[in-house]
T-cell receptor
């Protein structure tokens, strides 16, 4: 089992550029989550999907951020235009259904640096 | 509004001794709690969880205690090993709903010295 796959692992871009982060969840998982980790705010949930439908995007910082899940095997998080304060590690996680003991499995993260 | 708090940014322990990591929460609606471990350049990995109907859950060297009246949980690692050195996050959620979302604490850096 490959686990959650994220790409790229590292991204360096200049302010104003569009950034796209990609995630492939574990096959068969119904939920997909996007998190951001910063020194100041720790791990914070940005948005999550259930069966490809966005359920809660209240953590998305502003309109510059958008996320889609066109099918069960793929999601992307876009930042347009990017700003230096967006520099962080972005994690994708997936989970099965709502049974007892279901846990979220995290990908390795994308380290984003906006100059 | 930080609903899950880990007030100790770091903890240093000697190998073989007990490590105790603490976590407090404010939202009384939380009914499921988890601990994750994170190594550098990796994503968090699930360690152990506990439902609010229990006050203790044990898995090998790891035990989680829940005190609902105090809104406090702790993770005990006995005996501690150098490989346990990592960042530990506690997280809370509301099960039984379609939410499934986790609220994380800030993390505690555990260092276990040989």
């Amino acid at each position: 089992d490959a686990g959650v796959i994220q790409s790229p692992r590292h991204e360096v871009t200049e302010m104003g550029q569009e950034v796209t982060l990609r995630c492939k969840p574990i096959s068969g998982h119904d939920y997909l989550f996007w998190y951001r980790q910063t020194m100041m705010r720790g791990l914070e949930l940005l948005i999550y999907f259930n069966n490809n439908v966005p359920i809660d995007d209240s953590g998305m910082p502003e309109d510059r951020f958008s996320a889609k899940m066109p099918n069960a095997s793929f999601s992307n998080l876009k930042i347009q235009p990017s700003e230096p304060r967006d520099s962080a590690v972005y994690f994708c996680a997936s989970r099965g259904g709502d049974r007892e003991g279901e846990t979220q499995y995290f990908g390795p993260g994308t380290r984003l640096l906006v100059l | 509004d930080q609903q899950v708090k880990q007030n100790s940014p770091s903890l240093s322990v000697q190998e073989g001794r007990i490590s105790i990591l603490n976590c407090d929460y404010t939202n009384s609606m939380f009914d499921y709690f988890l601990w994750y471990k994170k190594y550098p350049a990796e994503g968090p990995t699930f360690l152990i969880s506990i439902s609010s109907i229990k006050d203790k859950n044990e898995d090998g060297r790891f035990t989680v205690f829940l005190n609902k009246s105090a809104k406090h949980l702790s993770l005990h690692i006995v005996p501690s090993q150098p490989g346990d050195s990592a960042v530990y996050f506690c997280a809370a959620s509301r099960r039984g709903t379609s939410y499934g979302k986790l609220t994380f604490g800030q993390g505690t850096i555990l260092t276990v010295h040989p």
